[in-house]
Protein backbone atom coordinates (compact mmCIF):
# COMPACT_ATOMS: atom_id res chain seq x y z
CA UNK A 1 0.00 0.00 0.00
CA UNK A 2 1.06 3.55 -0.91
CA UNK A 3 1.64 6.35 1.77
CA UNK A 4 -1.64 8.07 0.84
CA UNK A 5 -3.51 4.69 1.45
CA UNK A 6 -1.89 4.51 4.75
CA UNK A 7 -3.45 7.63 5.46
CA UNK A 8 -6.55 7.29 4.24
CA UNK A 9 -7.05 4.04 6.31
CA UNK A 10 -5.92 5.85 9.96
CA UNK A 11 -8.60 8.70 8.75
CA UNK A 12 -11.40 6.22 8.53
CA UNK A 13 -10.62 4.06 11.98
CA UNK A 14 -10.09 7.55 13.32
CA UNK A 15 -13.89 8.32 12.07
CA UNK A 16 -14.88 5.14 13.06
CA UNK A 17 -13.64 5.47 17.17
CA UNK A 18 -14.60 9.08 16.78
CA UNK A 19 -18.39 7.53 16.12
CA UNK A 20 -18.27 4.88 18.72
CA UNK A 21 -17.24 6.59 21.63
CA UNK A 22 -19.72 9.69 20.65
CA UNK A 23 -22.83 7.28 20.46
CA UNK A 24 -21.36 5.46 23.85
CA UNK A 25 -21.79 9.04 24.98
CA UNK A 26 -25.38 9.98 23.90
CA UNK A 27 -26.22 6.58 25.29
CA UNK A 28 -24.80 7.10 28.91
CA UNK A 29 -26.61 10.47 28.83
CA UNK A 30 -30.36 9.88 29.22
CA UNK A 31 -32.60 11.95 27.69
CA UNK A 32 -34.77 14.05 29.56
CA UNK A 33 -38.31 14.15 28.96
CA UNK A 34 -40.71 16.57 30.12
CA UNK A 35 -43.59 14.75 32.75
CA UNK A 36 -46.44 17.18 32.53
CA UNK A 37 -49.91 18.17 34.43
CA UNK A 38 -52.88 20.08 32.47
CA UNK A 39 -55.30 21.21 34.99
CA UNK A 40 -58.73 21.97 34.24
CA UNK A 41 -61.12 24.12 36.77
CA UNK A 42 -60.73 27.00 37.88
CA UNK A 43 -61.91 27.85 41.82
CA UNK A 44 -63.32 31.31 42.92
CA UNK A 45 -60.90 33.56 45.02
CA UNK A 46 -61.55 32.44 48.27
CA UNK A 47 -59.11 35.01 50.03
CA UNK A 48 -61.44 37.50 48.51
CA UNK A 49 -64.44 36.52 50.79
CA UNK A 50 -62.39 36.15 53.72
CA UNK A 51 -60.89 39.48 53.89
CA UNK A 52 -64.41 40.99 52.92
CA UNK A 53 -65.74 39.37 56.05
CA UNK A 54 -63.09 40.26 58.34
CA UNK A 55 -63.02 36.65 59.41
CA UNK A 56 -60.20 34.14 59.31
CA UNK A 57 -62.21 31.37 59.63
CA UNK A 58 -64.65 31.36 56.44
CA UNK A 59 -66.27 29.13 54.00
CA UNK A 60 -65.87 29.08 50.19
CA UNK A 61 -70.06 28.93 50.47
CA UNK A 62 -69.66 33.20 50.86
CA UNK A 63 -67.68 34.04 47.95
CA UNK A 64 -69.27 34.49 44.85
CA UNK A 65 -68.67 32.61 41.79
CA UNK A 66 -66.29 34.57 39.44
CA UNK A 67 -67.97 36.50 36.65
CA UNK A 68 -68.39 33.88 33.67
CA UNK A 69 -66.59 36.43 31.09
CA UNK A 70 -63.50 36.36 33.11
CA UNK A 71 -63.92 32.22 33.61
CA UNK A 72 -62.32 30.84 30.56
CA UNK A 73 -61.71 27.28 31.99
CA UNK A 74 -64.85 25.82 30.91
CA UNK A 75 -64.26 22.40 32.45
CA UNK A 76 -64.69 23.60 36.10
CA UNK A 77 -67.07 20.79 37.18
CA UNK A 78 -69.04 22.06 40.59
CA UNK A 79 -69.47 19.24 42.93
CA UNK A 80 -71.67 18.05 46.48
CA UNK A 81 -67.75 17.85 47.86
CA UNK A 82 -68.10 19.87 51.71
CA UNK A 83 -67.36 23.23 51.33
CA UNK A 84 -63.32 23.49 52.63
CA UNK A 85 -63.01 25.32 56.23
CA UNK A 86 -60.49 27.92 55.51
CA UNK A 87 -58.13 29.94 58.48
CA UNK A 88 -55.85 31.65 56.64
CA UNK A 89 -53.95 32.66 59.29
CA UNK A 90 -53.44 28.72 59.95
CA UNK A 91 -52.89 28.13 56.68
CA UNK A 92 -49.69 30.77 56.07
CA UNK A 93 -48.60 29.28 59.54
CA UNK A 94 -48.19 25.41 58.26
CA UNK A 95 -46.86 26.92 54.91
CA UNK A 96 -44.67 29.08 56.05
CA UNK A 97 -43.12 26.06 58.71
CA UNK A 98 -43.20 23.59 55.79
CA UNK A 99 -41.94 25.43 53.36
CA UNK A 100 -38.20 24.19 54.34
CA UNK A 101 -38.86 20.60 54.08
CA UNK A 102 -40.57 20.48 50.80
CA UNK A 103 -41.48 21.92 47.59
CA UNK A 104 -44.91 23.48 48.81
CA UNK A 105 -43.96 27.07 47.23
CA UNK A 106 -42.87 25.59 44.24
CA UNK A 107 -46.02 24.15 43.53
CA UNK A 108 -47.93 27.25 44.83
CA UNK A 109 -45.73 29.38 42.30
CA UNK A 110 -46.31 27.29 39.35
CA UNK A 111 -50.05 27.05 40.31
CA UNK A 112 -51.50 30.76 40.27
CA UNK A 113 -51.32 30.03 44.14
CA UNK A 114 -54.10 27.54 44.15
CA UNK A 115 -53.80 24.13 46.17
CA UNK A 116 -55.81 21.07 44.64
CA UNK A 117 -56.10 18.10 46.45
CA UNK A 118 -59.14 15.58 46.79
CA UNK A 119 -61.42 15.50 49.34
CA UNK A 120 -60.67 13.02 52.56
CA UNK A 121 -62.00 10.07 50.79
CA UNK A 122 -62.14 6.91 49.20
CA UNK A 123 -60.26 7.63 45.66
CA UNK A 124 -61.20 4.84 43.18
CA UNK A 125 -58.07 3.97 40.62
CA UNK A 126 -58.77 2.12 37.66
CA UNK A 127 -55.75 1.02 36.15
CA UNK A 128 -55.96 -0.08 32.10
CA UNK A 129 -55.50 -3.75 32.16
CA UNK A 130 -55.16 -4.80 28.76
CA UNK A 131 -54.09 -1.66 26.52
CA UNK A 132 -52.75 -3.78 23.45
CA UNK A 133 -49.69 -1.92 23.58
CA UNK A 134 -46.26 -2.95 21.95
CA UNK A 135 -44.01 -3.97 25.16
CA UNK A 136 -46.86 -3.63 27.82
CA UNK A 137 -46.62 -5.78 30.62
CA UNK A 138 -49.22 -6.97 33.02
CA UNK A 139 -46.66 -6.48 35.74
CA UNK A 140 -47.12 -2.65 35.24
CA UNK A 141 -50.43 -3.06 36.93
CA UNK A 142 -48.99 -3.94 40.19
CA UNK A 143 -46.10 -1.16 39.68
CA UNK A 144 -48.95 1.26 39.35
CA UNK A 145 -51.00 -0.04 42.51
CA UNK A 146 -47.84 0.03 44.26
CA UNK A 147 -47.04 3.70 43.86
CA UNK A 148 -50.03 4.66 45.07
CA UNK A 149 -49.68 2.79 47.99
CA UNK A 150 -45.91 4.11 48.09
CA UNK A 151 -47.75 7.38 48.17
CA UNK A 152 -50.50 6.42 50.81
CA UNK A 153 -47.23 6.40 53.01
CA UNK A 154 -47.38 9.83 53.21
CA UNK A 155 -49.83 9.81 55.66
CA UNK A 156 -52.69 11.70 53.70
CA UNK A 157 -56.62 11.05 54.30
CA UNK A 158 -57.31 9.12 51.15
CA UNK A 159 -57.85 5.25 50.59
CA UNK A 160 -57.40 4.25 47.47
CA UNK A 161 -59.28 0.96 45.79
CA UNK A 162 -59.00 -0.70 42.79
CA UNK A 163 -61.90 -0.89 41.25
CA UNK A 164 -61.89 -4.02 38.08
CA UNK A 165 -64.27 -1.34 36.22
CA UNK A 166 -63.68 2.05 34.96
CA UNK A 167 -67.01 3.03 35.34
CA UNK A 168 -67.55 5.63 38.40
CA UNK A 169 -63.43 5.81 38.98
CA UNK A 170 -62.12 9.19 40.35
CA UNK A 171 -58.52 8.60 38.55
CA UNK A 172 -58.09 6.34 35.05
CA UNK A 173 -54.72 5.47 34.34
CA UNK A 174 -53.76 4.30 30.74
CA UNK A 175 -51.09 2.96 28.90
CA UNK A 176 -50.55 4.36 25.65
CA UNK A 177 -47.28 3.12 22.73
CA UNK A 178 -45.51 6.85 22.72
CA UNK A 179 -46.96 10.20 22.20
CA UNK A 180 -46.10 11.82 19.02
CA UNK A 181 -43.15 12.81 18.05
CA UNK A 182 -43.24 16.25 18.30
CA UNK A 183 -43.96 16.29 21.58
CA UNK A 184 -41.30 15.31 24.32
CA UNK A 185 -43.20 13.91 26.03
CA UNK A 186 -43.12 10.47 28.42
CA UNK A 187 -46.54 10.98 31.04
CA UNK A 188 -48.89 13.27 31.34
CA UNK A 189 -52.01 13.86 33.96
CA UNK A 190 -55.36 15.32 32.82
CA UNK A 191 -56.60 16.66 36.72
CA UNK A 192 -60.04 17.84 36.66
CA UNK A 193 -61.29 20.23 39.65
CA UNK A 194 -64.60 21.71 41.18
CA UNK A 195 -65.59 25.25 42.14
CA UNK A 196 -63.27 24.88 45.39
CA UNK A 197 -60.08 23.21 43.88
CA UNK A 198 -61.40 19.76 45.40
CA UNK A 199 -59.99 17.87 42.37
CA UNK A 200 -63.02 15.49 40.77
CA UNK A 201 -61.17 13.38 38.93
CA UNK A 202 -57.87 12.68 36.94
CA UNK A 203 -56.99 10.88 34.05
CA UNK A 204 -52.84 9.50 33.78
CA UNK A 205 -51.65 8.49 30.42
CA UNK A 206 -48.01 6.99 30.77
CA UNK A 207 -46.57 5.80 27.37
CA UNK A 208 -43.95 2.82 27.24
CA UNK A 209 -41.61 4.01 24.76
CA UNK A 210 -39.63 7.23 23.95
CA UNK A 211 -40.01 9.15 20.87
CA UNK A 212 -37.33 7.00 19.20
CA UNK A 213 -39.56 4.06 19.98
CA UNK A 214 -37.54 2.91 22.45
CA UNK A 215 -38.85 0.76 25.26
CA UNK A 216 -38.91 2.17 28.93
CA UNK A 217 -37.15 -0.41 31.60
CA UNK A 218 -39.62 -1.29 33.99
CA UNK A 219 -38.05 1.02 36.57
CA UNK A 220 -38.29 4.10 34.24
CA UNK A 221 -42.28 2.98 34.25
CA UNK A 222 -42.25 3.07 37.80
CA UNK A 223 -40.58 6.59 37.79
CA UNK A 224 -43.04 8.21 35.28
CA UNK A 225 -45.60 6.53 37.43
CA UNK A 226 -44.50 8.10 40.68
CA UNK A 227 -44.41 11.52 38.88
CA UNK A 228 -47.68 11.31 37.08
CA UNK A 229 -49.65 9.64 40.31
CA UNK A 230 -47.91 12.93 42.09
CA UNK A 231 -49.56 15.29 39.84
CA UNK A 232 -53.27 13.52 39.78
CA UNK A 233 -53.32 13.54 43.97
CA UNK A 234 -52.30 17.49 43.63
CA UNK A 235 -48.57 17.81 43.50
CA UNK A 236 -46.99 20.39 40.93
CA UNK A 237 -43.40 20.50 40.01
CA UNK A 238 -40.97 20.79 42.05
CA UNK A 239 -37.86 23.00 41.40
CA UNK A 240 -35.03 20.44 42.92
CA UNK A 241 -33.79 18.07 40.83
CA UNK A 242 -33.30 15.28 43.48
CA UNK A 243 -37.41 15.22 43.79
CA UNK A 244 -39.91 13.08 41.73
CA UNK A 245 -41.74 16.06 40.82
CA UNK A 246 -39.25 17.90 39.02
CA UNK A 247 -40.60 18.14 35.52
CA UNK A 248 -37.91 15.91 33.43
CA UNK A 249 -37.06 12.08 34.70
CA UNK A 250 -34.34 12.81 36.77
CA UNK A 251 -35.29 11.32 39.98
CA UNK A 252 -36.15 7.62 40.27
CA UNK A 253 -37.50 6.91 44.01
CA UNK A 254 -39.55 8.67 46.13
CA UNK A 255 -37.94 10.72 48.98
CA UNK A 256 -38.78 12.32 52.01
CA UNK A 257 -39.36 15.44 50.56
CA UNK A 258 -41.89 14.82 48.66
CA UNK A 259 -43.86 12.61 50.86
CA UNK A 260 -43.61 15.42 53.25
CA UNK A 261 -45.23 17.94 50.62
CA UNK A 262 -47.77 15.45 49.86
CA UNK A 263 -48.38 15.60 53.63
CA UNK A 264 -48.34 19.26 54.22
CA UNK A 265 -50.74 19.38 51.28
CA UNK A 266 -53.69 17.13 52.87
CA UNK A 267 -53.23 19.10 55.91
CA UNK A 268 -54.60 21.99 54.19
CA UNK A 269 -57.78 23.46 52.61
CA UNK A 270 -57.73 23.62 49.12
CA UNK A 271 -57.92 27.32 47.10
CA UNK A 272 -56.65 29.93 46.95
CA UNK A 273 -53.67 31.03 48.76
CA UNK A 274 -52.39 34.62 48.85
ZN1 LIG B 1 -44.97 16.79 35.71
Do not use: C
Request: proline share 6%.
Amino acid sequence: MGRIEYWLLGAVGALIIFIAVESAKSSLQPRRYALQVQQSGHPRDVDQSVSASMSDTSSAAEATPAPASVDVHSAVLRSRAPVPLRNVAEIRRRITDGASRTYILDLLASQDSVLFRWPDSQVRVWIQPDPHVRDWWIGYVESARDVFLEWQTAGIPLRFTFPTDSTGADIVLRWIEQFPANEMRIGLTRRRADQNAWVTHAEVIVALHDNDGDTFPPGEISEILRHEIGHALGLGHARNRGTIMYPENTQLDLTETDKETLHLLYTLPPGKVK
